[in-house]
Structures are given as structure tokens and as C-alpha cells.
DNA sequence: TAGTAACC
DNA sequence: CGCG
């Protein structure tokens, strides 16, 4: 069978960073890991943990738990202290590739140890979905999963490496999107391995 | 339903 | 065992 057409607004940008470029980005992850700490995000409702770990940049930050469900704040969940500012190689890349006139307001970090995986799910927590979501891959390659706006709807897969970007804008802002695997040692650039997702997004418009 | 698991 |  051949492959269904990507969705409308989809980008994927391979190889947008050099090597360089992603050890200067670890680097800035790490400043915003010290400042505000990886946390196990939970379901809505039922509490179930997330297999990703999780943290963000930015003036907002995505979270979720049992009680408040999935929802933007202004403060990390266990440190009540503000987010960290979003990294100005970040801010840039944002300029170069979002096509929006505002710099993003938050910036989700995930990381994926070998066994975590992240369910097919549409980004639509936001207020606005005028701005595209950006996403840089760092780490070890995935196994990424895009499909329609849909539930239902038929779904690509494909390896995503380090350094490669994604933009979800246009139709493709409200596509579902997981991720089903994360294949080990498949990049050096983090010494304990592991994959790091960065996701630049607009909340309001 | 941003989760998990069984099944083909 | 990997993928859908």
C-alpha cells in the first residue's frame, strides 16, 4: 500500500541543527532542567503517570495532572517558582521557521527514556491554534506517528533523529501525533541516551 | 483517550 | 519481534 499524503502545514525539517548547534541546545536544556525539574506528569482523572518525563520554558508551561487535567500555568507544579526563559537559540529558531509575528510563550520539554512512548493526541489546549507548534528532536531517534484531525483518520510513521525539525501549522496544527518507540542508543549526543523533545508553542494569540 | 493491553 |  502506498503511503497516505501528510497532512496540509506539515514540515519536516531534517538535519536543521548541526552537531554543534545540538550540544549548545543540551546545554541550555540542562540550565533549564536545574532551574525547573523533570516531573512525572499524570493523567486527568484517573492519575495514571505519563511514561515521559517533563518540564518547561517560557512564560507558560503545559501540565497535567489528576486533579487539574491538562492546562497551561504560569508556575513548575512543584517548585511554584516561574518557568526559566525559553532559550534564545530556541527564540531564533521560532523567528526562522514559525512564519508568527509573536515569539512563542511556552516551551515544553520531554524527555523519552528507552521504554517511554507519548499516545496519539492532538495539541489543543491552547487558546489560539493561529501559530504553528514547532518541535526539535534531540537525542535518540523515534519513531514519530502523525496522522488527520481526526480520531480515526489514517496515520504515516516515521524516524525522527536528532537535530530534525517538525512544524505543525496550517491544517496539520490539530493533527494527532505520538510517538510509539524510541530506539536506544541511536545517538551519542546524550551521554545516558535518551530523547528530548522541545515544542514551541503560542497559548494566546 | 498526551494511558494500557490484547490480538492478528 | 516490529508495526498498525
Redesign the pocket.
Known sequence: MAGHDLPEGFRYLPAYLDRPAQEALVEDVRAVVAAAPLYVPQ????G????VRMTNCGSLG?VTDREGG?RYQERHPATGRPWPAIPAVLLQIWKDVSGYPAPPQAC?VNFYDGDA???????R?ERTFAAPVVSVSLGDQC?F?IGGTA?GAP?R?FRLSSGDLVVLGGESRLSFH?V??IFPGTSTLLRNGGRINLTLRRVDS
Do not use: A, E, N, V
Open positions: 493523567m486527568p482523572k484517573t495514571k503517570p505519563m511514561s503545559w491538562y515544553l512512548r507519548m499516545g496519539l493526541h492532538q495539541d489546549d519513531l506517528r480520531r496515520t510513521s505520538g510509539d518507540r
